[in-house]
T-cell receptor, first 115, second 114 residues
Framework: EADIYQTPRYLVIGTGKKITLECSQT?????MYWYQQDPGMELHLIHY???????EKGDLSSESTVSRIRTEHFPLTLESARPSHTSQYLC??????????????FGPGTRLLVL | KNQVEQSPQSLIILEGKNCTLQ??????????LRWYKQDTGRGPVSLTI?????NTKSNGRYTATLDADTKQSSLHITASQLSDSASYIC?????????????FGRGTQLTVWP
């Protein structure tokens, strides 16, 4: 079982609210990722980080922002939630030391519903 | 365009039976292929990972095969159990960038009935 945690697991919130989804890992991984996943669809990369103070946008355009002040912590923030943000958000980390056998470990996900 | 296609989209089998899930990809250059299991409401968990030089890898009742020439992979589940009910996701990594970018399939939703 991977040591990567996400909170909250479920969140129902009204339009226009600011929310922060938390992600923490205790494996000391430098690489961390945020994915968005809708039911029956593939995961889409929305943000990634190679280490402290390093953040990049992924493939899927997202109105969210991320920060990486500590290695173990990679929070995602939505300044003003909208119904179109309703989705499952998965955080992941990767060890970066195993070459082609690198494994990406996923957190349990946060299911967000914006009313 | 790099893509990962999985079939079937969904599958229902009886407990104890075997099944095989398919993955075709067009990702190039190729680095590795992973199969993940994702339980409902949970994050994906890695089952197997194979590089281009490996053509089979097992993890308990799960056996993955890879044909790098035809760009096809399969995941065979033996003697299925109720706990095998989940989405199985094929993920291919390229080696064309330092990111080692991952390409995700949409998954096969497997339901095992008693």
């Amino acid at each position: 079982e991977a040591d990567i945690y996400q909170t909250p697991r479920y969140l129902v919130i009204g339009t226009g609210k600011k929310i922060t989804l938390e992600c923490s890992q205790t494996m000391g991984h430098d690489k961390m990722y945020w994915y968005q996943q809708d039911p029956g669809m593939e995961l889409h990369l929305i943000h990634y980080s190679y280490g402290v103070n390093s953040t990049e946008k992924g493939d899927l355009s997202s109105e969210s922002t991320v920060s990486r002040i500590r290695t173990e912590h990679f929070p995602l923030t939505l300044e003003s939630a909208r119904p179109s943000h309703t989705s499952q958000y998965l955080c992941a980390s990767r060890d970066g030391t195993s070459g082609v056998y690198e494994t990406q470990y996923f957190g349990p996900g946060t299911r967000l519903l914006v009313l | 365009k790099n893509q990962v296609e999985q079939s079937p989209q969904s599958l229902i089998i009886l407990e104890g039976k075997n099944c095989t899930l398919q993955c075709n990809y067009t990702v190039s250059p190729f680095s590795n292929l992973r199969w993940y299991k994702q339980d409902t409401g949970r994050g994906p968990v890695s089952l197997t990972i194979m590089t281009f030089s490996e053509n089979t890898k097992s993890n308990g009742r799960y056996t993955a095969t890879l044909d790098a020439d035809t760009k096809q992979s399969s995941l065979h589940i033996t003697a299925s159990q109720l706990s095998d009910s989940a989405s199985y996701i094929c993920v291919v990594s390229d080696r064309g960038s330092t990111l080692g970018r991952l390409y995700f399939g949409r998954g096969t939703q497997l339901t095992v009935w008693p």
